[in-house]
């Protein structure tokens, strides 16, 4: 290396024109810790030697000539009065090169119509992606997805998910509540406290102030399905079904639905090749039924036992319906099933408003009338209706248990619906009267 003396151009390009015709790199110093590396490549590389807290150190100041002499000395200058603040200028440029490419990144997803990273809707939607949609079903995952984006994305969405605090989360779901959707203000609270829960999973914020607003809002009105459960009632509209004037395919839903106890998209999405006539069964995918997605994947069918009259009217529409796929095909095309609003439509036309009887009320009519009219235990009609209830193995779905109760159970409910329809007084097992 040469002497302390100071550079000058002349000397810089004769010592990169010497490092060319020699093919060897040669260092030549401007003092202060400042070297020119001249290249066999023509190039010039200016470097600062400094130390901090005993340790030698380098750093790069550009190259000769993009980078003049002048500036790399103002350049050497400026590091050296960070050194002696206590300031490594190494560190300070990694931390300035890191902060420019943390705002090319917020740029270019600002300019692809992405969230920033780490804000309420980028976290939200890694939850959405990676945990939410492998544990619940499709429409689940699309109902929760559709709440996020329509009442929390466009307040808080682009805010840093760290900076979200509790009354900040309140006044979105005050939004919620100035409608009137109290439940759903309570949902989009529940899905808000799962961001929040995966944000500090992978280190995205420290807290989840969701779980400050337990008592924050309105309490959510408990909600039932209208079902009649007096026999007399019944009785009326299980004549009135057994009148119904409209469409073929309509009058069984509608006669099917008291007798084989399903959910109302569970009835419409039968398909023949689930029925066995002769056995006297209906045998539900695992797939079609109100479970968890891992439920519906690996759990086993639920049973439906036929009663006669149901075999009976079943039969009469397999005439009809019975060489397409679905039992109850829409009117308009074979290829769908029936609308999801055909078996309410026709209890209004039979003048039952939803504050007096629902498609879903069905399933609640028998569990009040087996239980109270016919003293079935409880836990086979829980069975049969597919809802969670105790058992050795904890809470599970028992829906392949008490089969020989279930068979005997739907019987009896089909032979007492009949008596009731035909306005005979029925004496249950319990000694009252209907």
Request: proline content about 5%; aromatic content about 6%.
């Amino acid at each position: 290396m040469a002497g302390s003396e100071l550079l000058s151009d002349k000397a810089i390009r004769a010592a990169i024109k010497d490092a060319e015709t020699s093919g060897k790199a040669r260092k030549v110093s401007d003092g202060a810790g400042l070297v020119l590396d001249a290249r066999p490549t023509g190039v010039g590389w200016w470097r600062l030697r400094y130390w901090l807290t005993g340790k030698e150190r380098m750093l790069s100041l550009g190259t000769y000539p993009d980078t003049s002499l002048s500036q790399a000395r103002a350049r050497r200058d400026e590091a050296r009065r960070q050194v002696a603040a206590g300031t490594d200028p190494s560190e300070l440029r990694k931390a300035d090169k890191a902060a420019q490419a943390q705002v090319a990144k917020a740029e270019a997803l600002e300019e692809a119509g992405l969230p920033p990273e780490g804000s309420f809707e980028a976290v939200a939607r890694d939850w959405l992606s990676t945990v939410h949609a492998g544990k619940v079903s499709e429409g689940h995952h699309t109902r929760t997805r559709l709440r996020l984006e329509q009442d929390v994305f466009p307040w808080i969405g682009r805010r840093p998910l760290a900076e979200v605090d509790a009354p900040e989360l309140l006044a979105v779901l005050r939004r919620v509540e100035a409608r009137g959707a109290i439940e759903t203000a309570h949902r989009v609270k529940d899905a808000c406290g799962q961001v929040f829960r995966y944000g500090i999973a992978t280190g995205a914020c420290a807290r989840n102030p969701a779980a400050d607003l337990r008592d924050a809002l309105r309490p959510v009105q408990a909600r039932h399905h209208a079902a009649l459960t007096e026999p007399a009632e019944v009785a009326k509209l299980m004549r009135a079904a057994a009148d119904y004037a409209g469409q073929a395919v309509t009058r069984a839903a509608l006669l099917l639905s008291p007798l084989l106890l399903l959910r109302p998209g569970e009835l419409r999405h039968i398909e023949w090749a689930w029925i066995d006539l002769d056995a006297g069964m209906l045998t539900v995918p695992g797939a079609l039924m109100k479970r968890t997605k891992a439920d519906k994947a690996e759990g086993p069918p639920h049973l439906v036992p036929l009663a006669r009259q149901a075999v009976a009217l079943l039969a009469e529409l397999q005439a009809i319906t019975g060489e397409g796929r679905f039992v109850f095909p829409a009117l308009t095309s074979r290829l769908r099933c029936m609308s999801e609003n055909t078996v309410r439509s026709a209890l209004r036309r039979l003048g039952y408003g939803n504050d007096e009887m629902t498609a879903h009320g069905f399933r609640a009519m028998a569990r009040t009338m087996l239980a109270e009219r016919l003293d079935v235990a409880p836990e086979v009609v829980e069975a049969q209706l597919a809802h969670a209830v105790p058992d050795a193995l904890g809470r599970a779905y028992n829906r392949t248990q008490y089969v020989e109760q279930r068979k005997a159970m739907m019987q009896t409910w089909a032979d007492y619906l009949d008596r009731l329809r035909q306005g005979a007084e029925v004496v249950p097992i319990n000694g009252r009267a209907a």
